[in-house]
């Protein structure tokens, strides 16, 4: 099977066993779960791979408080996104939910991808006000 690696900036592609290449896709597919748990972190909260890697693959079922925890943080974080401006909260909402990078958004937005950064930046400050009120 062929594989493409990049060396140096430059994609080189080598021959490699089926083993090989199974033990590298699921490697590129571990990785991307932990790129996707990450951003799901946008609030800078601690993330730590040992929780990602043996707690997530458990079941897990929600009580009725927690729910109800749940529901009052959506509400909290919809409350502070609606104090945005429109621009502010379509780049978060791009960064947060869509996982777009900053230059991905700069592109659709057609601006600077320091713009967007304060942006998003801006609007973190606002949500993690707004859940410190509490």
Known sequence: MEV????????????????????MDRANHKDENLSHEKRRHWD????????????????????PEEWLCRKETVHEITAALETCTAKQRYRFLLF???G???????????????GIQRSIEEVRKKVKCALQAE
């Open 100 to 114: 777009f990078s900053c230059s991905q958004i700069g592109n659709i937005c057609g601006c600077s991808k320091s």
């Open 4 to 23: 493409h690696i990049n060396i140096n900036g430059q994609s080189v592609a080598v021959d490699v066993s089926v083993e090989v290449f199974a033990y």
């Open 44 to 63: 800078r909260r601690e993330f730590d791979e040992y929780i990602v890697s043996h707690e997530c693959s458990r079941s897990y079922y929600e009580t």
């Open 96 to 98: 947060a939910l869509e």
